[in-house]
Structures are given as structure tokens and as C-alpha cells.
């Protein structure tokens, strides 16, 4: 009962980190960076605690779930976060004096950890079946290592192997449950974002189809009425006014537009178009426009970059982001325009040297309502990842502040 009592405290242990993280942690920290060190933080306790209240076989053995917090930890923070949780690990073990034990527990560290960072970025990108297995196999070694250098180092004894041999097929199946849950997890928030975000985008939808062209026929209206009252004989005050308002009036009917976008379905009317091809009409159309901010659009297109998308709407995309890039350059600089095939995807990249972003501002980019720019809407950028996600792509943003921003949009390639 005492062994049945400390097996079912690990398992508590392990379990509390996990739901800490998901509900105190992912909900209120924005930051990627604070997101990790939390988590990290939290495998730390866990593996000081596991390590605190062993399970105890007889007189000598003491076994844990220490592998656990520190394989969790590293595949999902990666390089700095497993180097702090092995560290707390041996300096832990050091408390109980140097022996054989101490010395088994860097050797195994030692000879998993490469391991680990190895198969760490596959991890990340595996969908869900492929993280069980890695997971799994990873602990698998882990323990079967151990079993090896603990008896090579203290001799064997079938006593021994048999409770090690116990031990890693309880670890093996404990991470193979663990890592379902935590996956498990993980896809019921987003999926909750995607819902959240999927109800604003249903109320713009219906807000958009009952009132955009009732309020666009008015606007035209007065827009003309404006135009009539620019005599040229008018004080140049007043003319200033009137062009002002003229100005707000097209900056509101450009607003109204976005909208439409979502009030009313697009005809699926896609075909085989040149990736390539309609990169460069996007930087040619907004050429023009970035010489104002100072900002000179290099290209670098390759040949074969095929797509099945609908052009109109990859240029609007491009258009878009080419727009914003020039505009986030104060102090001009270069944009760089590039379009590859590669690995089955058309990759567009589209890099400034502008004022970057934080990490909590990529986070929400593409969300409704949510812009950079004093007087933006928003509604530009999250009509191109609507776009981008429509021809079954994805935007991938990196960015740092004053480092300029990167947009890479990845798309499936068509042969030719």
C-alpha cells in the first residue's frame, strides 16, 4: 500500500504543473519569452518534489519521476530550459553526497540530453500521434539507460533489474498518458481562441451585410456635394476643410470595403497562378506609394513558384503587407520581396527594416480590431490571413523591436 501511496503522489506531483500552466499561466501572460520561464519554473518545483518524495522499494531503491518534468521542459522551452532543469537535478542529487548515484545521474543526463535537443524541434512541428511517440521512446531511454549504468556501476541483481524494468515500463506509459493530456490541453485552447475569434469575425459578417451599403450610398452623396462646394475661388481655409473631409469620407468608404469582404461570400473562382508573377504586380502597384516613406522594395523571385489560389485576392494580401512594411519604416530603409519553392510549399517573404514588434503584438496580429497604426482598423491585416488561410496557407511572423519584421507566408505548390 506504502509503494501503491507514493506511485499515486508522483502522478499528483506531475499533474499540477500541468494544469498551474494552462490555467493560471497561458491566460494572462502574453509574452512567449515570461510563458516559458513560467513553465519552466513549474517543472523545476515538480522535479524537486518528485525527486523530495521517491518511491521506495525496500531498503535501498528510491525511484521518481524525475525524467518527466525534464523531458516535458525540453521539448516544449527547448536548449536553456533543459540545461536549468538538469542542472536543479544534479545539484538536488548533491545534497545526498557523492556516490555512485550521483555519478549515474550525469552520465544519463549527459548521454540523453543531445537526444532530446535533437528530436526537439521534430517534437514541436509532430502533430499529436508522432509527440506520444517521441515522448514515449525518449522516456523509454531515459530509464533503460539508467537501468544500464546503475547496474555497470553498482552491479547487477535480478532483484534489482526486476524493479528497474517495473520502473521504466511505469514511466514509459505514465509519459505516453501525460503527453496526450498536455496535447489535449493545448488543442482545446486553441481551439477556444479559434471560436472566440470565429464569433467576432460572425458579427462583423452580419453587421457588415446589413449596414455597409446603407451607409457607403449616403457617404457617396455627400463626397459629391463636397467635391461641387471645392470652388477654386474659395479661401484656402475652408478649402483645406473640405478636402479634409473628403479624405475622411475615403478613408471610411475603405473601411466599408473590408467589411464586405466578410458580409458577402467570394465566388471560389481559383486557379493555377504564378506566385512570382503576382509578388511583382503587388510591389509594382505600391512602388510608388513606399517612395513617401523613403522606402526602396528590392525582389529576389524564383521561377515555378505555382499556387491554386485566386489572384485578385493574393495580390490584395500582398498589397496589404507590402503597405504596411514601407509604412513601419520612419526613417525609410529597404523592403525585401522574395518568393521560393520549396519542400512542397511556395515560401513569400516580405522583410522591412521598420520598428519591429513585441511578442504579445504578434500574438494578436490578424485579430479583429487590432493595429499597429494610430488610425488603422485592423480589418486590412486580418482579411489577408483570411486570405493566406482560404488557399490552405499560413503567415508566420518574426520580429523583434527596432530589428524590423518578417512576414513568411507558406503556400502549397503546384508542379507545373
Not at 49 to 65: E, K, N, T, V
Not at 150 to 169: T, Y
Not at 243 to 268: C, M, T, V, W, Y
Not at 318 to 330: D, G, P, Q, R
Amino acid at each position: 500500500m506504502s509503494i501503491l501511496k507514493d506511485f499515486l503522489l508522483q502522478l499528483a506531483i506531475m499533474v499540477i504543473p500541468i494544469f498551474s500552466y494552462f490555467t493560471l499561466v497561458i491566460e494572462k501572460v502574453e509574452s512567449e519569452k515570461r510563458r516559458t520561464l513560467f513553465m519552466t519554473l513549474l517543472w523545476g518545483v515538480s522535479i524537486l518534489l518528485c525527486m523530495a518524495f521517491p518511491i521506495s522499494f525496500g531498503d535501498h531503491a528510491r525511484l521518481d519521476l524525475r525524467i518527466l518534468p525534464l523531458l516535458f521542459g525540453s521539448l516544449y522551452g527547448g536548449f536553456w530550459p533543459s540545461i536549468f532543469l538538469s542542472a536543479f537535478i544534479i545539484l538536488y542529487r548533491l545534497t545526498s553526497g557523492i556516490s555512485a548515484g550521483l555519478y549515474s545521474t550525469v552520465l544519463v543526463l549527459v548521454l540523453t540530453l543531445p537526444i532530446i535537443w535533437y528530436y526537439q524541434k521534430t517534437f514541436l512541428k509532430a502533430a499529436r500521434a508522432k509527440k506520444v511517440f517521441i515522448s514515449s521512446s525518449l522516456s523509454f531511454y531515459y530509464c533503460l539507460l539508467g537501468l544500464i549504468i546503475v547496474g555497470l556501476l553498482s552491479g547487477f541483481s535480478a532483484e534489482n533489474i526486476k524493479i528497474q524494468l517495473i520502473f521504466l515500463l511505469f514511466v514509459t506509459a505514465v509519459a505516453f498518458c501525460f503527453i496526450m493530456l498536455v496535447e489535449k490541453i493545448r488543442e482545446n485552447h486553441q481551439l477556444r481562441k479559434e471560436m472566440q475569434n470565429a464569433e467576432k469575425l460572425r458579427v462583423i459578417s452580419e453587421l457588415a451585410s446589413v449596414f455597409a451599403h446603407e451607409i457607403r450610398n449616403p457617404m457617396q452623396v455627400t463626397r459629391g456635394f463636397l467635391q461641387l462646394l471645392n470652388d477654386p475661388d474659395l479661401p484656402d481655409d475652408k478649402k483645406k476643410y473640405v478636402q479634409i473631409s473628403i479624405e475622411e469620407l475615403d478613408r471610411a468608404n475603405e473601411i466599408i470595403h473590408d467589411f464586405l469582404l466578410f458580409g458577402k461570400p467570394s465566388a471560389d473562382n481559383r486557379q493555377r497562378v504564378d506566385a512570382g508573377l503576382q509578388l511583382k504586380r503587388a510591389v509594382n502597384i505600391i512602388q510608388n506609394y513606399s517612395f513617401s516613406f523613403n522606402a526602396e522594395i528590392k525582389m529576389s523571385i524564383e521561377d515555378n513558384c505555382w499556387i491554386h489560389a485566386n489572384s485578385q485576392q493574393l495580390n490584395q494580401s500582398l498589397i496589404n503587407i507590402l503597405k504596411n512594411a514601407a509604412e513601419s519604416m520612419e526613417n525609410g530603409g529597404t523592403v525585401s520581396a522574395g518568393c521560393t519553392a520549396e519542400n512542397g510549399y511556395v515560401r513569400i517573404t516580405i522583410k522591412d527594416q521598420g520598428i519591429g514588434m513585441t511578442e504579445s503584438q504578434m500574438a494578436r496580429l490578424g485579430s479583429p480590431f487590432y493595429s499597429l497604426k494610430e488610425s488603422g482598423t485592423g480589418l486590412g491585416m486580418m482579411v489577408s490571413y483570411q486570405i493566406i488561410r482560404s488557399f490552405g496557407g499560413s503567415i508566420e511572423v518574426n520580429s523583434a523591436m527596432g530589428a524590423g519584421t518578417e512576414f513568411i507566408i507558406l503556400l502549397p505548390h503546384m508542379d507545373q
